[in-house]
């Protein structure tokens, strides 16, 4: 914002007996510096963005600094040197309060739902598998109702499920069951049957 050229040797020496309460610091030191002390910072600024001088609490007095720069003739610039008067770090007045709001009303009632799963019921049935034999056991749920789980349980650590799985209708559970000992031994499926 601020150009980068600065007021000639002799503006500079006139703008020193009038800045008066002037801070011989940069405006952005002073804000750091002082800002959190609820001082009011002044400036005089040209139409370019360049501040010439900043003072704190009390009036910078623009018009008298322009008056002078401008009569300043040793530089062109300085007879179109217009300055006005910044200030920051004011403290502002409160805002007007709100109305409070008044209650909304009550929605409307939503739809009803669809119905949930009910008749929940575990259907279980126990086969007795010769040695050394493979069997794949099935059972349905009870009319009206879908299988929402299943598996099969053998009797012992020598007999190995091959497969546990729904059918293919979704009306029951199916296991494969291998009997790896010497002697026959049973496996229990059962199947998690509700209605949807």
Excluded at 98 to 124: E, L
């Amino acid at each position: 914002m601020a150009r980068f050229t600065r007021p000639s040797a002799r503006a500079l020496a006139l703008l020193v007996p009038v800045a008066l309460a002037a801070v011989a610091v940069p405006s952005v030191a002073m804000a750091d510096a002082l800002g959190g002390d609820g001082h009011v910072f002044n400036s005089c600024v040209d139409q370019t963005g360049w501040v010439y001088f900043t003072v704190m609490d009390v009036d910078p007095q623009c018009a008298d600094v322009q008056a002078i720069i401008r009569a300043d003739t040793s530089d062109p610039a300085n007879a179109s040197v217009v300055l006005s008067q910044v200030s920051w770090n004011e403290k502002g007045q409160p805002g007007p309060a709100g109305a409070v709001g008044a209650a909304g009303a009550a929605g409307a009632a939503g739809a009803k739902g669809a119905n949930g799963v009910s008749g929940y019921t575990t259907v279980t049935k126990s086969v007795s598998l010769a040695k050394h034999k493979t069997s794949t056991l099935s059972l349905s749920c009870p009319t009206g109702k879908k299988v929402t789980g299943g598996g099969a349980q053998p009797t012992s650590d020598a007999m190995q499920l091959l497969a546990s799985y729904p059918s293919a209708n979704g009306a029951g559970w199916t296991a494969r069951v291998f009997n790896d000992s010497g002697s026959a031994h049973s496996a229990k499926i059962y199947a998690i049957c509700a209605t949807a």
